[in-house]
Each structure stands twice: as structure tokens, then as C-alpha cells.
């Protein structure tokens, strides 16, 4: 018996110890490629988010290799969220828009009349967070803005692949428009809104609803540091922000492969810009309504929103731009976490408010 024991507290200590080197080879690794330029805003608070990133995503290699989940399933229960207790000042309702889960966000002060609304889709490279996880914006923005917010659980890759996520955000976005006066919303000031991979969703729907006469016209899209484009990863701010977190290049390209295609086998020749022909890089769409768009400088998406909002300009589209100078890609999501307070993601939301309360 005494053998056993001490055999099985060895192997413990070896699999313990295996389980360590391990994480740290895994986070010393991820840490390699890692750079926070110094006029990042809060760079140490950048430093405990990055941190916890990187624990998540070795935590998720470990596990994977184990055959418990994938590193994706790992990573996405850790940034999923949680949801919050009630809000005096709120009524909150989770609901179904047709298969499409959403959670309605209506202020309880009462309303001299109708008022806007704002469809949000949250960003995760379309693989991660949730309605829980952007729970912080969405009550922001409905109190700050006195607008009624629907937020839109839709479905993630790499599961759900291209054009799932896109579909979900439309047809909530249709049911909403379609019945406004149940939530006393006036249906001439509807907008839609998205972070990340939900300003290419919100932005995707924008473009698909401007030429239905069947609805009510949109009043505006606004896109926080959304990502727009899959057909340069080159661009100026793709190379000076490559490594600075929350989105490094390659993880960008890597959330495009698994939306589009459910895997991301070809990733280098996307980083390098071969799996586009010349010509479909002069291509765009047109015809979308007014534009909020909001960017940071310490962000591989950066010059994904000034090149669109220049495209929107010379299509004669009125644009608002704001621009974050000490801000990084996923900013935002962090509003409303006591220790990690980052004021210009608040600086961002009040932008938005103001821009909502203008329509």
C-alpha cells in the first residue's frame, strides 16, 4: 500500500509539474510577441487584461490537448460574461425575435413620446462573448441615451460559419423594425450598432436593409472599431499595432478564417495578401445612412474605419468620427469593470450617447 501511495503522489508531482512548465512556456511564448506602446491608455491595467488572456488561451491548449474541450469551447465560457442583477432604472426582458435570442434593454423613466432604438451586436471575432458579456455597453448606452437597446445573441463560429451570424442580425433586426410600437419606439430613428466583429454585422445589415422599401429606413449605423475588410492585412495600422493587445494581426485573420470558412488552415496566405485578385480590391458598396464610427489609435482595425468612413464621405454620406488616441481594440468591453476602469472607454460611450440623442 505504501508503494502505491508514493507512486501516485510522484506521478502527481510529475503531472503537476508538467502542468506548470507547460502554462509558462505556453504565456512566455505569447508574451514574445507582445508590445504596449507607452501612450496606450492605462498601459499597466492593459498589462492584468492581457495577462488573463494569455493564462485563458494557455489554460485552453492545455485542456484541448488533454481531450477535455477545445481551446475555442475554454475561451469562450471565460468571455462569455456573466449576467447582471436588475436595474432600477431599467427594464430588462431576455426574449426571442424569431429563433434569434435577445435581451431587451427599456428605461423606466416615462417618455414625453416615442423613442429611438439601437440593435447592438456585440464583437468576439464572431467566435466569442455574448449578450452577457456587453451587458455594461448596452445598459450605458439605453440609460445614458433614454433609447431602447436590443442586444442580439447571435450564433457563433466556428459552428455556425458565414452567413449565420450575419442572418441572425438581420432578421432580429427585421422583427424589431417591424414592430416598433410594441416597444414604443419611434421607427424613424432606429439604429444599428456593433464593437469589432458587430460593426461588420452592423454594418452587413446597414447595407442589406438600404434598399428595402418594404421597412423603415435606418437611421444610422454606428461601428466601434469594426472590422471591415478581409482583403489587406497589411495596412499601415495591421503593421505598427500587430502586436499590441486586445487584437493581434494573426488572431484577426484568424477570427475572419473560422467566420468565414470554419477553419483557419490558410492563414498565412491571407496575412500575405494572396488569396485576394487585384481587382476585387476596388470593389465596395454604396448607399448607407448616416455614420457613426469610432477608432483607436493602438488598433489593427484602426485603418479598416478610416478607409470606410472615406468611402462614405465620397458617396456623400454624412459621417461622425471619433477617435480614441490612447485607445486599443476592445476597450469598450471593458467599461464597467470596477478595477480595470479605462476612461476612454467612457469617453467612447458618452460619443455614442451624444451621437444617439442628436438623431
Known amino acids: 500500500m ?19 512548465i507547460a502554462i509558462t512556456t505556453t504565456i512566455q511564448s505569447d508574451y514574445s510577441n507582445v508590445s504596449i506602446p507607452p501612450g496606450v491608455n492605462h498601459p499597466g491595467k492593459l498589462r492584468i487584461v492581457l495577462a488573463f488572456m494569455i493564462s485563458t488561451s494557455a489554460m485552453g491548449k492545455i485542456l484541448e490537448k488533454m481531450g ?6 475554454f475561451t469562450r465560457y471565460m468571455r462569455s460574461g456573466r449576467k447582471l442583477g436588475p436595474d432600477p432604472q431599467l427594464s430588462l426582458v431576455d426574449a426571442r425575435f424569431g429563433r434569434v435570442p435577445v435581451r431587451l434593454y427599456r428605461p423606466r423613466a416615462p417618455s414625453a413620446g416615442l423613442r429611438p432604438g439601437a440593435i447592438f451586436f456585440h464583437g468576439g471575432g464572431w467566435l466569442y462573448c455574448s449578450i452577457d458579456s456587453h451587458e455594461n ?6 440609460k445614458e441615451s433614454e433609447s431602447v437597446v436590443v442586444s442580439v445573441g447571435y450564433r457563433l463560429a466556428p459552428e455556425h460559419k458565414y452567413p449565420a451570424a450575419y442572418e441572425d442580425c438581420l432578421n432580429a433586426t427585421i422583427h424589431f423594425m417591424r414592430n416598433t410600437e410594441h416597444y414604443g419606439v419611434d421607427p424613424a430613428r432606429i439604429s444599428v450598432c456593433g464593437d469589432s466583429a458587430g460593426g461588420n454585422l452592423a454594418a452587413a445589415v446597414s447595407q442589406t436593409l438600404a434598399g428595402r422599401s418594404d421597412l423603415p429606413k435606418l437611421r444610422a449605423q454606428i461601428l466601434i472599431y469594426p472590422g471591415l475588410q478581409a482583403l489587406d492585412f497589411n495596412l499601415p495600422s495591421y503593421q505598427q499595432n500587430q502586436g499590441v493587445p486586445l487584437l493581434f494581426r494573426e488572431r ?31 470593389k465596395y458598396r454604396k448607399w448607407l445612412p448616416e455614420s457613426f464610427i469610432l477608432t483607436c489609435e493602438y488598433d489593427v482595425l484602426r485603418d479598416d474605419g478610416l478607409l470606410y468612413k472615406k468611402r462614405l464621405e465620397d458617396n456623400g454620406v454624412r459621417v461622425t468620427w471619433y477617435h480614441l488616441e490612447d485607445g486599443f481594440h476592445g476597450i469598450m468591453s471593458l467599461y464597467g469593470y470596477r478595477v480595470l476602469k479605462f476612461p476612454s472607454a467612457k469617453r467612447g460611450l458618452d460619443r455614442i450617447v451624444k451621437f444617439l440623442k442628436g438623431l
Open 68 to 73: 477535455v474541450c477545445t481551446k475555442i469551447a
Open 252 to 282: 484577426a485573420a484568424f477570427f475572419a478564417l473560422q467566420y468565414l470558412n470554419g477553419d483557419a488552415s490558410h492563414m498565412q496566405e491571407v496575412l500575405k495578401g494572396s488569396h485576394i485578385p487585384p481587382d476585387m480590391r476596388m
Open 2 to 20: 505504501a508503494f502505491f501511495y508514493i507512486l501516485s503522489v510522484i506521478l502527481l508531482v510529475i503531472f503537476t509539474a508538467s502542468f506548470i
Open 137 to 142: 455597453i448596452c445598459r450605458y448606452i439605453a
